[in-house]
């Protein structure tokens, strides 16, 4: 079997005099997991809508599988499962029952459904709830069954459109767990998402959008390296049991090799940029426990990748 693929070729789309999208052209192939990031209203949802043909490119075309999405819908969206605006669950339903009335509207042959159905449910580890009612379900687990209604069609490719929106911190880590596992099969995830973490923790390459136009397509190792803008250097931020004085701060940190600025976040809380990698960083924290300063927590105070979006986004707008 080929590889699955999406490509955008010259994708634009207005509404009226605004341009949603402009030019927007990438090819993505391969079995991966991509993270497509952008500021809120950068068209990361209208392209997606455009890939499953919810919406119409004003102009240029959404290709799945090398196949044009709008002109073949049928083919094109056969081997690809989407979650785009989370989609509400009758509460009266179980989620066999929700995923049964799903895989009939989306056509799935009458005598492969239930197969299909108890995969899905097995790959979201949802089997001791899959015949409760879903009026009780946190919202977690019903975007798990959104989730597994993505995977009705046996598909190569998934696109996600946040889909950890809204769920609290171990919702999230639940449904971010999901995305890992669906990358093992093999799979094309195409996944739209705000949190950078998220992005850096489960996907391989990033692509960036800002007011409609493609910033940057690359693996995020790539991509944090020739964009962070901070030439190999790196950030941390430490606390401190008390308050620290100028004179100490401003001499005693500051001269400590690598350093290069030394900013107080408040009087117990500082924020140490300095070059060089991991070595650098090392000697960083032997000096300053050697300082005795009253050092009690140290962490980065920001990941390369955030450092990267800033950077892309700031150049743009
Ligand atoms: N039906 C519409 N009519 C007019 N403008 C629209 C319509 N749908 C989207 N837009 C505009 O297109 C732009 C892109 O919207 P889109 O929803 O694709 O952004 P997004 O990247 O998904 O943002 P978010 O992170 O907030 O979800 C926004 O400025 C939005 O207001
Ligand atoms: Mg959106």
Redesign the pocket.
């Known amino acids: 079997m080929t590889n699955p693929s999406i490509e955008a070729v010259k994708l634009s789309k207005r509404?009226?005099s605004?341009a949603?999208l402009t030019d927007l052209s990438f090819k993505i192939e391969g079995h991966k997991c991509v993270g497509f990031l952008?500021?809120?209203?950068?068209?990361?949802?209208?392209?997606l809508k455009i890939f499953t043909d919810m919406i119409r490119a004003s102009e240029g075309q959404a290709i799945i599988n090398r196949i044009p999405v709008h002109e073949n819908k049928r083919k094109a969206l056969e081997t690809c499962g989407a979650l785009i605006e989370t989609p509400e669950i009758y509460p009266s339903l179980t989620p066999k029952e929700a995923l049964s009335m799903i895989a009939e509207i989306r056509g799935v042959p009458r005598e492969e459904r239930n197969k299909r159905i108890s995969e899905a449910i097995a790959e979201l580890k949802m089997e001791e709830w899959s015949d409760k009612k879903v009026g009780k379900f946190s919202k977690g687990m019903k975007q798990r069954i959104n989730v597994a209604a993505t995977l009705l069609s046996e598909p190569n490719i998934i696109l996600l459109?946040?889909p950890t929106t809204g769920l609290d911190p171990r919702g999230m880590a639940a449904v971010g767990d999901i995305v890992k596992t669906l990358k093992k099969k093999n799979r094309l995830i195409f996944m739209?998402s705000?949190l950078l973490n998220e992005v850096s923790d489960v996907c391989d390459e990033v692509a960036m959008?800002n007011q409609?136009k493609l910033l940057v397509y690359d693996t995020i190792e790539n991509v944090t390296s020739r964009f962070s803008g901070n030439g190999g250097s790196g950030s941390i931020e430490i606390g401190l049991l008390k308050p620290l004085d100028d004179m100490t701060l401003n001499k005693n940190i500051s001269s400590i090799p690598g350093v290069m600025a030394v900013e107080k976040i408040d009087s117990r809380n500082l924020r140490i940029r300095f070059n060089g990698g991991n070595e650098n960083q090392e000697r960083l924290l032997v000096s300053l426990v050697s300082m005795k300063i009253g050092l009690i927590s140290f962490r980065p105070s920001s990941s390369a990748l955030e450092d990267t979006y800033l950077n892309l986004i700031k150049e743009t707008q």
């Open positions: 509404y009226g605004f949603a952008g500021p809120n209203g950068a068209g990361k949802t209208t392209t459109d946040e739209s705000h959008i409609g």
